[in-house]
């Protein structure tokens, strides 16, 4: 046994909240908005079961989200959570401007004018934060706003670069609306002015994720990768799907990112919304494949930002996505400025372990062979085979180690019946994992002999309430151990 153990010991000292936190193992991202940004309201959402907190950066100022930084952070450091933090970038979301009294009616046939000067939106003009609007749409391409409550008809585009529009579906418009253009491929770069000074903000408060909004290709990916590497960031890519031309580019998307989001929001406005589903189970499909979290996203329990109950269909909408694999489900508007930020993740946790403790077993063991072609294929052989005899012994624990996250992903992917527990060396991926499904980690950096860091583990569990004698543990690992390699061995052991 290692030498230095008590000073893992302090990890996660209140055994039974640490437990109850972990009890589902759907992970769930809240969003923080006005609803919850004080220290008591958000460890209020992380005892309801919050793992995840993502800071949108559409709102708000870089000042307000230090203050949340440094809340989520201290309640890292005095309460038994390890809890991720999400920085999701706005992207090129193209809004319209300031509208008149907040107000104004729009009727079939009305003719709207949309011009890149800004003004105060009438029926005259309304200003579009899009630079190129007119040199990307074309004469029929149809403009949807607010989420496709209102769409319009480009009918023509002038000599001054404005674009004239047609009322097809009339509604309400209100200041600052977003803008989707189904039919039209966007000039915009990925990645945005303010979208750069988001990011060194994330950088420099080393984030353990980062969002980005309406990818289209893995070189958005790729110039994203080439940005934290350049500041020797270990923040991880999350690639949000929200654009047609996403899905058509979307394996080397998954390969590229550390994580997807299926934003169902802008996707169903993009695309037909009856392909939304389907799209959804694919892609959730394929990142499992591909051992990569991902998270389902937008309006999951919608209602319960007035509401003290969600609608039936939004219950059977975050049961569909834990039934299908999904690592995490988001909450957005619920948690950000609804009236029940802690009630509607509680609410969230509930339909999650009622699922979960069912006799649905989501293990994948036999569709997720290990590829002989992978360059990883060793390692992800002894990955596949410790989750099935973690499975075939019924073991109390399946644990591994990692200095990448490589290890703790492949695991997560396999969707064991057995709790699964990580040990890294690597700070940043103890918060980093628990988007991951099933997944808790915990810091550990001891390099003598492989017995005893599997001893070490072991009791590292026993301490925290996770382990008891008698209970059977499957532990990965690689050996010689000071030489980093991947994980080449498994080890079946019954604690003392």
């Not at 893992?8 to 039974?16: G, P, S």
């Not at 079961?49 to 809340?71: A, C, M, P, T, W």
């Not at 607010?146 to 674009?163: H, L, P, R, S, Y």
């Not at 389902?296 to 930002?305: D, F, H, L, N, Y």
């Amino acid at each position: 046994m290692s030498q230095n153990l008590n000073k893992y010991l302090h990890q996660d000292m209140d055994k039974t909240a640490g437990i109850d936190h972990t009890s589902h193992r759907t992970k769930i991202v809240a969003t923080v908005g006005p609803a919850c940004d004080t220290y008591e309201k958000l460890l209020d959402l992380v005892r309801a079961g919050v793992n995840v907190f993502r800071l949108n950066f559409s709102h708000g100022s870089h000042e307000d989200k230090q203050k949340i930084i440094d809340h989520i952070r201290h309640i890292n450091s005095t309460e038994p959570y390890n809890i991720a933090i999400l920085g999701d970038l706005q992207g090129p979301k193209l809004r319209v401007g300031e509208i008149e009294n907040n107000h104004l009616d729009l009727f079939v046939g009305d003719i709207l004018t949309f011009t890149n000067e800004k003004c105060v939106g009438t029926k005259e003009k309304i200003y579009v934060s899009y630079p190129n609007l007119a040199g990307d749409v074309k004469i029929g391409n149809t403009i949807m706003i607010d989420d496709g409550k209102i769409e319009v008809k480009v009918v023509n585009i002038t000599k001054e670069k404005d674009v004239k529009v047609e009322v097809t579906l009339g509604g309400v418009l209100s200041s600052k609306k977003g803008i989707n253009l189904p039919d039209t491929k966007i000039s915009l770069p990925a990645i945005t002015d303010k979208d750069l000074v988001d990011l060194e903000f994330i950088i420099e408060q080393k984030l353990d994720w980062v969002a980005l909004s309406f990818v289209r290709s893995v070189k958005d990916i790729v110039i994203l990768r080439n940005k934290l590497d350049e500041k020797k960031s270990k923040t991880k890519i999350i690639a949000k799907i929200e654009k047609p031309e996403a899905l058509v580019n979307i394996r080397d998307i998954i390969v590229e990112s550390d994580a997807i989001m299926i934003a169902r929001g802008d996707l169903g406005v993009e695309l037909p919304i009856e392909q939304v589903p389907l799209i959804q189970r694919e892609l959730i499909r394929k990142c499992i494949h591909r051992a990569k979290p991902v998270i389902v996203a937008t309006q999951m329990m919608e209602s319960m930002i007035d509401r003290t109950k969600p609608n039936r269909s939004e219950i059977t909408d975050v049961a569909n996505a834990v039934l299908e694999g999904a690592d995490a489900v988001m909450l957005s508007g619920e948690t950000a400025a609804g009236n029940h930020p802690a009630l509607v993740v509680e609410t969230m946790r509930k339909i999650i372990r009622q699922v979960e403790q069912t006799e649905y077993r989501y293990n994948r063991e036999d569709d997720l062979k290990p590829l002989a072609h992978s360059p990883s294929f060793l390692s992800d052989a002894v990955c596949y085979n410790a989750c099935k005899i973690s499975k075939d012994l019924n073991a109390n624990a399946l644990i591994g180690m990692t200095q990448s996250g490589y290890t703790a992903f492949m695991l997560s992917s396999y969707r064991p019946q057995s709790p699964v527990f990580i040990f890294t060396k690597e700070r940043s991926l103890v918060n980093q994992l628990s988007l991951s499904w099933g997944v808790r980690a915990f810091f550990y950096a001891e390099e003598e002999s492989l017995d005893n860091i599997v001893v070490d583990q072991i009791n590292i569990l026993k301490q925290r309430g996770f382990l008891n004698t008698g209970d059977v543990v499957v532990n990965t690992g690689s050996t010689p151990v000071h030489q980093h390699l991947p994980t080449n061995i498994i080890k079946v052991t019954k604690v003392d």
